[in-house]
């Protein structure tokens, strides 16, 4: 079984705050993909990262930047000086072969609400 | 290059009422997926395909049905609608290679409502 958890369900900051997403996943297979998506208020889905179990490196893209860490099976996601746009809610995704299909599944979601 | 298309963008339907929800993807991906979105929660998956004639069950299939004729196509087909099955459709397609994922490409989705 596989199981993605976001356990901040809202989260509300103040323009140029950090703020830090968390996301910990559970999964019996060794070779996997994590992801972040964005939600913004207009509905679709914007991918924002993918990264594979056997790279650990955290990334860092403008203000965007992810931790992973296979030791706590996490897969942070932090907004540095956070703006009105990044406004949406956040899902990180897990992607596993089970009974050899590809299958992504995703948290619940977090929804940032970042206020001027 | 249009990616994954869906239509409609939006559809009210009566309770009993059936409709096919259209999903066509141009990248020549073998994988396709069927998720449904309902408030505060994440995506659900309803129906996967890794390929034309193959099609499977995800976690929520009950009242819906799909099909894979084309490498293109992923219909979904709602039989009988019910109120619980208003909620947001999105549909997906990614290339899968062995080990290497390729990532997944959402289509626009769909909103349901049913009255």
């Known amino acids: 079984a596989q199981k993605v958890t976001q356990a901040q369900t809202e989260i509300s900051v103040v323009e140029k705050e950090d703020v830090t997403l968390d996301c910990v996943y559970e999964?019996?297979?060794?070779?996997?993909?994590l992801f972040w998506y964005k939600q913004p208020p207009s509905g679709e889905l914007v991918f924002l990262i993918r990264?594979?179990?056997?790279?650990?490196q955290n990334e860092i893209s403008g203000r965007y930047s992810w931790n992973f860490q296979k030791s706590t099976s996490s897969f942070n996601f932090t907004i540095t000086a956070s703006q009105v746009v990044d406004s949406a809610v956040y899902f990180c995704?897990?992607?596993?072969?089970?009974?050899?299909?590809?299958?992504?599944?995703f948290g619940k979601g977090t929804k940032l609400t970042v206020n001027p | 290059n249009a990616g994954v298309t869906q239509t409609p963008k939006f559809r009210i339907l009566k309770i009993g009422q059936s409709m096919t929800l259209q999903c066509t993807q141009d990248m020549n991906h073998n994988y396709m997926y069927w998720y449904r979105q309902d408030p505060g929660m994440g995506l659900k998956l309803i129906y996967y395909?890794?390929?034309?004639?193959?099609?499977d069950k995800g976690e929520v299939p009950n009242g819906y049905n799909v099909s894979r004729s084309t490498t293109e196509d992923f219909p979904l087909r709602l039989e009988l609608a019910a109120p619980s099955q208003t909620s947001v459709y999105f549909c997906a397609s990614s290339l899968d290679r062995g080990l290497q994922n390729y990532g997944y490409t959402f289509g626009s989705g769909t909103r349901l409502t049913v009255v």
């Open positions: 395909s890794v390929g034309a004639g193959i099609t």
């Open positions: 999964t019996r297979d060794t070779t996997y993909y």
């Open positions: 990264r594979n179990s056997f790279d650990e």
């Open positions: 995704a897990l992607s596993e072969k089970e009974g050899g299909s590809e299958k992504l599944v």
